[in-house]
């Protein structure tokens, strides 16, 4: 059974740090791209980063550009996203999906994990 599980996630002040993982099981990681989205409830899912499958290319959306870091460790089956300088705009459900290449658009993805929520907050 395919299966994505994202972890981490919790409540942090603004300015505070966080690492969520996304565990695969039944499939190798590392041949897929894996994308990192977002939602809050009445918006669209949004896309915040990316990594390749092929070169390890990394991809970040604008809002989080500078703070937040994706990296993948193929022994342990795992993406992360190291998320720094956290603010109160980045609360949202965070999710995990594979695709084949890199894409802002979710309808680009096939296996997607349940999601971990993220608050930040004072």
């Known amino acids: 059974q395919l299966q994505l599980v994202e972890s981490g996630g919790g409540l942090v002040q603004p300015g505070g740090s966080l690492r969520l993982s996304c565990a695969a099981s039944g499939f190798t990681l590392e041949h897929y791209a894996i994308g990192w989205f977002r939602q809050v409830p009445g918006k669209e899912r949004e896309g915040v980063s990316c990594i390749s499958s092929s070169d390890g290319s990394t991809y970040y959306g604008d809002s989080v550009k500078g703070r937040f870091t994706i990296s993948r460790d193929n022994a342990k089956n795992t993406v992360y996203l190291q998320m720094n300088s956290l603010k109160p705009e980045d609360t949202a459900v965070y999710y995990c999906?594979?695709?084949?290449?890199?894409?802002?658009?979710?309808?680009?993805?096939?296996?997607w994990g349940q999601g971990t929520q993220v608050t930040v907050s004072s």
């Open positions: 999906a594979t695709g084949r290449w890199c894409s802002s658009w979710p309808t680009d993805y096939d296996y």
